[in-house]
């Protein structure tokens, strides 16, 4: 169904449909649950337990169908997007030609998120640069350039950018690029206590 090198927008426009679709079916199913549990007059918490079933299972079809649509991408090119920095200078990923890029996207307001940034420097070899990137006001991430401006670049991107360049994903996002932006890993959410995937495959960029 797909060539070897993936378009990255086009894959993004697919997904999105897929989570269009998802969000519908998932607000019918409500709906029809909600008419049930309002017409019975006595305990719903059967009614309850079976949309939290139906839920899941609908939930887990649609990340796992995302997830093995995500891996396609890997040795693709990943787009030449462009961000700007603290002092509003724009940045595009083309100014980082020859070098491998941790591309973390990232929220200013959640720790846990956020947290996986130290993570990253931990493991990061000094042949790879870390860049984050923000939806947040720089107001609001003041807390994140004061700790880590001198150590990694911090770009800012709009939300509706960053549901683009992370394929509908949102915060934490992390891809691995090499030095001509193919993509070379990528890692969705949070990273778990014991998950070391994503910290283990960069310490052998």
Excluded: W
């Amino acid at each position: 169904m797909y060539s070897q090198q993936i378009n990255f927008y086009s894959l993004q426009q697919e997904i999105q449909l897929d989570q269009n679709n998802y969000y519908k079916i998932i607000g019918d199913t409500l709906a029809y649950y909600g008419k049930l549990m309002r017409a019975k007059n006595s305990d719903t918490t059967a009614l309850q337990n079976e949309y939290e079933k139906v839920f899941n299972t609908l939930n887990g079809s649609f990340q796992s169908k995302k997830e093995s649509k995500i891996k396609l991408l890997l040795n693709s090119d990943y787009p030449d997007i462009i961000f700007f920095d603290e002092n509003d200078k724009s940045h595009s990923m083309s100014e980082f030609q020859n070098q491998k890029i941790i591309l973390n996207f990232n929220y200013s307001y959640c720790t846990p998120c956020y947290n996986q940034i130290d993570s990253i420097l931990k493991n990061i070899p000094k042949n790879a640069k870390l860049i984050v990137l923000l939806h947040d006001s720089k107001q609001g991430a003041s807390h994140l350039l004061e700790k880590y401006s001198e150590k990694i670049l911090i770009g800012f991107i709009s939300e509706e950018n960053e549901d683009i360049y992370t394929l509908n994903s949102g915060a934490p996002f992390t891809i691995v690029l090499d030095e001509n932006r193919k993509i070379l890993y990528i890692h969705a959410r949070f990273v778990k206590a014991k998950d070391r995937n994503l910290y283990d495959f960069i310490l052998k960029l």
